[in-house]
């Protein structure tokens, strides 16, 4: 029987207080990119998963860390101009240098709400919200695909403010949104609810530097996850902050958005975008 990698107390699916949704036997995106990180919080379904990515792709990793860098960078740009609630949907496995470190790190009396819909997410970073003194933060399951019942849970919470400036992150997760889902009506749908002033970080994969081939053979390993796997274009990754105040230097690769040293060699290449946008 399968058990759940990097816990303190082991899960076996089917035992009492495991939750009735966790599928340990389909890849899960959150818990490959945690193997991506080195992470242990996964399970054989998603270390085979991402073995078989990786195999088509070796930079995934490389990839996977250099938008935890993006996130971090963008977390306190945002934080130093005051902002001081966000709101972060599809976090993913807890690892170092979260939302909530990087924030309350600048002010200590950030509010944090975490929004997925994985319940090893949840169970992780629940732990790690009990374990730690991270101020006012909290983490609630909800789905990006379903944004006003998302909404309606995160404002039930009352721990965020939606008549003041908050910052919306969307880290790594619309890339997990096909078209049908209506990407751009949900990220639209999230920025309507927000004040003037909000923020958006965003960062989204993209195969505009890999061969056909080697995207159809990713895109089939997550055809089989919990969720596909949609790179998008340039083009297509602006289109999200159609209307808002794009911060320089625009919509980058990730390594390149307001890097803190020289950018390594292929950096313009690295397979994921980030921006950060205002809202007038």
């Given at each position: 029987m399968e058990t759940v990698v990097?816990?303190?107390?082991?899960w076996e699916p089917g035992e009492p207080g495991v939750?009735?949704?966790?599928r340990p036997e389909i890849p899960h995106p959150a818990r490959m990119y945690d193997y991506y990180l080195g992470g242990k919080d996964n399970f054989p379904s998603d270390r085979?998963?991402?073995e078989r990515a990786l195999a088509a792709n070796?930079?995934?990793r490389s990839t996977a860390r250099a938008n935890r860098g993006f996130l971090n960078r963008a977390v306190r740009h945002v934080a130093g101009l005051g902002i001081d609630q966000f709101l972060d949907i599809g976090t993913g496995i807890p690892t170092a240098g979260n939302t909530h470190e990087i924030a309350q790190a600048v002010d200590p009396g950030s509010r944090i709400v975490y929004v997925d819909n994985d319940p090893i997410v949840l169970a992780h970073a629940r732990a790690l919200m009990g374990g730690t003194a991270v101020g006012r933060t909290t983490v609630i399951q909800a789905d990006l695909r379903e944004p006003v019942d998302l909404l309606a849970a995160v404002e039930a919470e009352k721990l965020?403010?939606?008549?003041?400036p908050m910052a919306l992150v969307l880290a790594a997760v619309l890339h997990f949104v096909p078209d049908e889902n209506g990407p751009y009506e949900i990220v639209r749908t999230l920025l309507d609810t927000l004040a003037p002033g909000s923020h958006l970080i965003l960062s989204h994969g993209t195969a505009d530097f890999i061969p056909a081939e080697v995207r159809d053979r990713v895109t089939g390993v997550y055809s089989k996850a919990t969720a596909p796997l949609v790179g998008r274009s340039r083009e297509q990754v602006g289109a999200f902050l159609d209307g808002l105040d794009v911060?320089?230097?625009?919509?980058?690769?990730?390594?390149?958005w307001r890097p803190e040293g020289?950018?390594?060699?292929?950096?313009?290449r690295v397979s994921m975008y980030g921006a950060v946008a205002r809202k007038s």
């Open positions: 990097g816990y303190n107390e082991m939750p009735a949704d966790l085979e998963a991402a070796p930079e995934f965020l403010d939606f008549d003041k911060l320089d230097p625009g919509v980058v690769t990730v390594p390149l020289a950018p390594a060699a292929g950096a313009d």
